[in-house]
C-alpha cells in the first residue's frame, strides 16, 4: 500500500526543522545533507522541495514572518482593541517575537552584510518581507487619527520611527545580545504616548 505524502505539510515540517540548523550551524555552514539529515529524509527527497539551501532559507524566514503577521492580524481583528491599545500590543508583540528568535535573527544580519558585498541591496530584500507589516501599522495609525486618537500627523513619518525601533530592537536584541527587553517595551510606549491627542 502506497504512503500518502501531505506535501503542504512536509514543506512546513522542513522550512521548521531548517530554521534549527541554520540558527545552529550558520548560514554558511549549512549544507542541504545537514538539513535532509535533521529532517530524517533524504537529499534527493529535498530537491523535491526545494532546489538549494538559499530557498530554503528565505522559506524559513518567510514562515517566521508569516507566524508574526498571523499574530498582528489578530490583534487588529480583536475588537476590544483600541487603535491605541492595538498599536501598544502589535509593537510589543513583534519585539517580543524578535526576543524569542534572537539567534535567527543574528544570522540574518551576517546574510544580509553577504548580499550587500555580493552587489545585492539588502535594503530590498528586507522592504519586501516587511511591506505587510508595515501596511498593517500604517491601518492602525490611520484609523487611530480618523477616530481622534492620535494627533493628525504624517502617518509615513510615524511609521517610519516604530519601524526604527523595530529596526533598533533586532539590533539591540541579535547583536548587542540585551537579554532585558523592558527598556524597548518602554521607548514603544513613550513613542506612542507622543502621538496620543490629549
Do not use: W
Not at 522550512?15 to 550558520?26: A, N, R, T, W
Not at 555552514?29 to 538559499?54: E, M, P, W
Not at 541579535?174 to 507622543?194: K, P, R
Amino acid at each position: 500500500m502506497a504512503i500518502i505524502v501531505e506535501h503542504e505539510k512536509r514543506r512546513k515540517e522542513i522550512l521548521q526543522k531548517s530554521l534549527d540548523v541554520f540558527i545552529e550551524e550558520g548560514y554558511d555552514d549549512v549544507t542541504f545533507q545537514k538539513i535532509a539529515d535533521r529532517c530524517g529524509i533524504t537529499r534527493t527527497t529535498l530537491y523535491i522541495y526545494f532546489s538549494n539551501k538559499h530557498e530554503i532559507f528565505l522559506g524559513s524566514i518567510k514562515e517566521l514572518l508569516s507566524d508574526i503577521e498571523k499574530g498582528l492580524v489578530s490583534i487588529i481583528d480583536d475588537k476590544s482593541h483600541n487603535s491605541e491599545s492595538a498599536l501598544r500590543a502589535m509593537l510589543i508583540s513583534i519585539v517580543d517575537q524578535c526576543e524569542d528568535n534572537r539567534k535567527l535573527f543574528s544570522i540574518v544580519l551576517p546574510y544580509l552584510f553577504q548580499l550587500k558585498k555580493s552587489g545585492v541591496d539588502p535594503n530590498e530584500k528586507v522592504k519586501r518581507r516587511v511591506v505587510r507589516m508595515r501596511h498593517h501599522l500604517n491601518t492602525i495609525l490611520i484609523t487611530g487619527i480618523k477616530n481622534g486618537e492620535f494627533k493628525n500627523m504624517n502617518v509615513k513619518y510615524m511609521n517610519d520611527l516604530l519601524y526604527g525601533i523595530i529596526e533598533a530592537s533586532i539590533f539591540r536584541i541579535s547583536v548587542l545580545n540585551q537579554s532585558d527587553i523592558s527598556d524597548i517595551h518602554g521607548t514603544i510606549n513613550l513613542a506612542i504616548d507622543g502621538f496620543l491627542n490629549k
